[in-house]
């Protein structure tokens, strides 16, 4: 099978031979090509036939939100991940919710960066050069978290799917008919139960979870 090519997106060239240097000799992914902004992204995708995006969250005049709003628009299905220095859990939320696939800091170490895109792709495009360990990690790792979620009572429930549906606190308080001092009591709560220490690990642990019928 074809190696996944990936666009790197960042204003700075030396994050794509950084990138280039880590997967030089990977069987799953080829860093591909570089941009620095929006302007040749479609015409990217379409000559070089990409299957995997890596955007730094600002970029030369435009942004990954903008990014992701214009392969939304092209109806391009393509992974974003967000590859960044930059922690902000309010906009790193606010990307997944726009489509991102997942959220990586730049100073995880090359073999994290490498095994937590290589999820990404497996979950996206099931590749069958991923080793059995891996699928059967995948695996527990799914019905594992699946369990820690149906170990939270009603009302915890419906905490989360608030949450997941993007509404702030206040509002939360405001639908459940609770003070929003509790409402923080169960959002911490709940990421002790799931084992998640931030709500953008939060959210994107219920993006994966909040359909099945619990």
Do not use: C, W
Request: positive net charge; without cysteine.
């Amino acid at each position: 099978m074809k190696k996944l090519k990936i666009l790197v997106l960042d204003s700075n060239p030396i994050i794509y031979f950084g990138l280039k240097a880590i997967f030089k000799n990977s069987i799953v992914f080829e860093i591909s090509s570089y941009l620095d902004n929006k302007d040749l992204l479609i015409e990217s995708i379409t000559e070089e036939k990409i299957d995997f995006i890596i955007s730094e969250i600002n970029l030369n005049g435009s942004s990954a939100l903008e990014i992701l709003k214009i392969l939304k628009k092209n109806k391009i299905e393509i992974p974003v991940v967000i590859f960044t220095s930059i922690s902000n859990e309010n906009k790193s939320i606010k990307l997944l919710k726009a489509g991102a696939s997942g959220f990586l800091t730049k100073d995880l170490k090359k073999k994290t960066i490498r095994h937590l895109l290589q999820e990404i792709a497996f979950s996206t495009y099931t590749l069958s050069e991923l080793n059995k360990f891996t699928r059967l990690k995948n695996r527990f790792n799914f019905d594992y978290n699946t369990e820690k979620i149906n170990s939270l009572s009603k009302r915890e429930h419906q905490v989360l799917k608030l949450f997941f549906k993007g509404k702030r606190n206040i509002e939360i308080s405001r639908s459940l008919k609770i003070n929003q001092k509790t409402v923080n009591t169960y959002i911490t709560r709940i990421m002790k139960k799931l084992e998640v220490n931030s709500k953008t690990d939060l959210f994107i642990l219920a993006r994966s979870h909040i359909r099945q019928p619990y």
